[in-house]
């Protein structure tokens, strides 16, 4: 037991210390719901309310360089009061401990609550082969990971949903309880009320250990669950309406999600001048793109179980694989329970599955990736173990170790690294700008998405935009009638640069060799639809139709003035100019 004990020790501490030490690290930007969960805390302990105030403001620059971006608000008098519009639950969870350690005990707490479900998950699957690298895969190959070194209520949620299942699943099969069984359910109800009240949808998981406790007849343990679910739910609904005025932090009041310019900040009333919360999309439409979404829920670049979860997907491999050999039914009611769970989250959210900003992988995937753990029953893959960790090594170690150093997601989306780019583009979160790190530019009666991350959009040129050298990118064209081929005229400064379009069905290359071809060589890519009419222009245009073209566009080199004329002092690295009016750069 001693090698054992002290294997699980050793990188528990290292993950326990580093994320002391990164929250100690000043960031530039809050990522996902940091903000709102700290200065809710921080309010609470030292302004003993949840009302919002200057020296929460204040609180938070000492913080975040940028202040509180993504600061979720609500007021019931045309904010002139305003409080925080975030669910209670992690808030006063975390509590106790930023009392004792500060910021930095709020880190610990997240990083606390995931290593416990992976000694959980270990210690679960301890007799089963190849248990330790699954278990290993599952939790420290996945984007979780990363959520575990961030102030916020993910990790937590996790848990409240994945403990439940653990009690559910060791206790489910044995033929007498104790007082200690039933407390053990009453603890999960506890936990799953937390949930239900931060995240509705979550209740789902809760699903299939009810109906199964009522098949087997184990009506105590169906009664001590319920019964703390519904306690722990209506203490919170009080707190909550105590410390807001509201029962719920998602109804009654009008909330405010600001990004930049803050309440309080400035004598301006940001509050009218910013807009309300767009209310979601019709049925039909989100009915019609579930198709398109379901793809890109397992296999998308920025949200897909395939690239940021994998070990997640391997579970649901193992256990589609073993459907015609196991009558388990608490392994097929957890797995209705997540289809259930995955397709109203894209009905519901058909433009905005991803989540929050600073999102890695799909967040409301992110929630449940602890329940796909127990899909597979007794984990015995072993050389099949292979296959997840590649995948884990093409990508989602990638976003782990690139979110640590927290960069901006707005410029350095994971999405902008080469290997990401060989999966599906979720142009379904493109309308609404749900989608990080692409620019919006009207040209030719079509609207241009550019990646920023090699374009620089920030210019706003008014002929056209630079493209960095030496860079990949991939353009979405967006028009309300049909397009045949895309034209435009491309300009170089280096001599050596080779510029590369590829529109599916056409490909061209310019080789800027001569004066003539850097002064301006006209381009006309021939390019067929790739989508359809999914929502990008407003429902009140005339013509609500709409036409979505790709194609990737490649810089082989570029040129940066500052270098080679004494007299300049762009220090751009200027690889194309495309030109969309003929006036020239």
Same mark, same amino acid.
């Given at each position: 037991m001693r090698p054992r004990a002290l294997s699980i020790l050793c990188p528990a501490l290292l993950l326990l210390a580093m994320a002391w030490s990164l929250s100690g690290v000043r960031a530039p930007l809050p990522a996902g719901d940091e903000a709102t969960s700290v200065m809710m805390v921080q309010s609470l302990w030292h302004d003993h309310d949840l009302a919002y105030r200057p020296a929460d403001l204040d609180r938070?620059?000492?913080?975040?360089?940028?202040?509180p971006a993504g600061l979720t608000l609500f007021s019931d008098d045309g904010g002139r009061t305003l409080r925080y519009g975030a669910p209670l639950a992690y808030p006063l969870a975390a509590l106790p401990f930023y009392a004792l350690l500060g910021v930095r005990g709020i880190a610990l707490f997240n990083m606390a609550l995931f290593l416990t479900m992976a000694i959980a998950a270990l210690w679960t699957a301890s007799e089963e082969t190849g248990a330790p690298l699954f278990v290993a895969g599952f939790f420290l190959a996945s984007a979780a990971l990363a959520y575990a070194f961030r102030l916020e209520p993910m990790v937590f949620l996790m848990a409240c949903g994945f403990f439940p299942l653990l009690v559910w699943q060791r206790l489910r099969t044995l033929a007498e309880w104790r007082r200690g069984h039933l407390a053990a359910f009453a603890?999960?109800?506890?936990?799953?009320?937390?949930? &239900?009240?931060?995240?509705?949808?979550?209740?789902?998981?809760g699903v299939p250990v009810l109906i199964d406790l009522g098949a087997r007849r184990r009506w105590r343990g169906l009664a001590a669950l319920a019964a703390a679910v519904l306690l722990t739910a209506g203490l919170l609904a009080l707190?909550?309406?105590?410390?807001?005025?509201?029962?719920?932090?998602?109804?009654?009041?009008?909330?405010?999600?600001?990004?930049?310019?803050?309440?309080?900040e400035s004598s301006r009333d940001l509050w009218q001048e910013h807009p309300p919360e767009t209310a979601s999309p019709d049925l039909a439409s989100a009915v019609r793109l579930l198709p398109r979404n379901l793809g890109y829920a397992l296999a998308g670049r920025s949200t897909g179980l395939l690239p940021y979860f994998p070990f997640a997907l391997f579970a649901l491999a193992l256990y589609l694989?073993?459907?015609?050999?196991?009558?388990?039914?608490?392994r097929h009611l957890l797995a209705a329970s997540l289809l259930i769970y995955v397709l109203l989250v894209l009905l519901a959210h058909p433009h905005?599955?991803?989540?929050?900003?600073?999102?890695?992988?799909?967040?409301?995937?992110?929630? &449940?990736?602890?329940?796909?753990? =127990?899909?597979?029953?007794r984990a015995r893959a072993r050389w099949s173990l292979a296959l997840p960790y590649a995948v884990a090594g093409l990508w989602t170690a990638v976003v782990v170790a690139g979110a640590l150093p927290r960069p901006d997601p707005v410029t350095q989306p994971p999405a902008s690294?080469?290997? =990401?780019?060989?999966?599906?583009?979720?142009?379904?979160?493109?309308?609404?700008?749900?989608?990080?790190?692409?620019?919006?530019q009207t040209w030719n009666?079509?609207?241009?998405?550019?990646?920023?991350?090699?374009?620089?959009?920030?210019?706003?040129?008014?002929?056209?935009?630079?493209?960095?050298?030496?860079?990949?990118?991939?353009? &979405? &064209?967006?028009?309300?009638?049909?397009?045949a081929r895309l034209a435009f005229t491309a300009y170089s400064l280096s001599p050596g640069n080779v510029l590369t379009l590829d529109g599916g069905g056409d490909r061209l290359t310019v080789r800027f060799d001569t004066e003539g071809k850097r002064n301006g060589t006209p381009v006309e890519l021939a390019v067929h639809p790739v989508a359809r009419d999914l929502g990008f222009f407003p429902r009140s245009l005339p013509s609500s139709h709409e036409l979505f073209y790709r194609f990737t566009l490649d810089t082989s080199a570029g040129l940066v003035p500052a270098r080679v004329d004494p007299r300049s002092h762009d220090p751009r690295d200027l690889g194309v100019f495309l030109d969309f009016t003929g006036e020239g750069p």
């Open positions: 938070a620059g000492r913080i975040w360089d940028g202040g603890g999960a109800g506890l936990l799953l009320g937390a949930a &239900v009240t931060s995240s509705p949808l979550l209740a789902l998981l707190v909550q309406c105590a410390g807001t005025g509201e029962w719920s932090a998602f109804g009654g009041a009008q909330r405010r999600s600001f990004d930049a310019g803050f309440p309080f694989l073993g459907l015609r050999r196991t009558a388990d039914r608490s905005d599955f991803a989540g929050a900003s600073g999102f890695l992988g799909s967040r409301y995937l992110a929630l &449940v990736d602890p329940a796909f753990f =127990f899909l597979p029953g690294l080469h290997v =990401f780019q060989r999966l599906p583009l979720e142009l379904t979160l493109l309308p609404g700008d749900h989608l990080p790190g692409f620019a919006a009666d079509a609207v241009w998405l550019l990646p920023r991350w090699s374009f620089f959009t920030g210019e706003h040129h008014p002929h056209g935009v630079w493209v960095r050298g030496g860079t990949r990118s991939e353009v &979405v &064209v967006v028009s309300p009638k049909p397009l």
